[in-house]
């Protein structure tokens, strides 16, 4: 089944052998990893990532993770990637996460590509539940999420081992029915 998604600036798509370029350049870069669970990128591991996901279904089945590009629309420029995962127990339950390149950051494209897929998980997967979890000291990560009506609903005390460091999470989430009422 193919995917794409549109919004008014964007495009999720599934990730491709031509997004190498602009995906190692935001995923190798300390800053926008910091507060990742993984460590910034070499060309190798970007491009076996890529290789990884470009046959990816979407959603991926459960369990497992699919990284969803996220591409400017005028120009198919791939300006970061969000992640799904529904949950391999339930499957109506989901997680999602965002990688944005700091050349694009506070422009408002990352609230626009998650209310996107937000609105894919419920609208067109018709989810129960999803949840975003991160480092409490991501307040950009914090900011977008409470915009975008996720309450927080719980702050685990070195939940994470993050760049050499246990950190404090903070889970968010939203309901299918409280996005309904909000559309």
Not at 21 to 26: D, Q
Not at 154 to 176: I, P, S, T, V
Request: charged content about 20%; some cysteine.
């Amino acid at each position: 089944m193919s995917f794409t998604l549109f919004t008014s600036r964007l495009t999720l798509r599934p990730l491709r052998p031509a997004d190498l370029p602009a995906f190692l350049a935001y995923r190798s870069d300390p800053n926008v990893a910091r507060y990742q669970g993984f460590e910034p990128y070499t060309e190798a591991q970007a491009e076996a990532f890529i290789a990884s996901q470009t046959n990816q279904p979407i959603p991926a089945p459960p369990g497992e993770w699919v990284q969803i590009g996220i591409a400017r629309a005028e120009d198919d420029l791939l300006l970061g990637d969000c992640a799904l995962h529904l949950d391999g127990h339930d499957p109506r339950l989901a997680e999602i996460g965002i990688t944005l390149s700091a050349a694009f950051q506070g422009q408002g494209y990352a609230q626009e590509a998650l209310r996107g897929l937000l609105r894919f998980c419920f609208e067109t997967l018709e989810l129960h539940r999803v949840i975003a979890n991160m480092d409490v000291r991501n307040a950009a990560a914090v900011r977008l999420v409470e915009q975008l009506g996720l309450r927080r609903e719980g702050h685990f005390r070195q939940n994470g081992w993050y760049k050499g460091e246990w950190c404090d999470e903070y889970q968010y989430a939203l309901l299918g029915r409280e996005w309904a009422a909000r559309a």
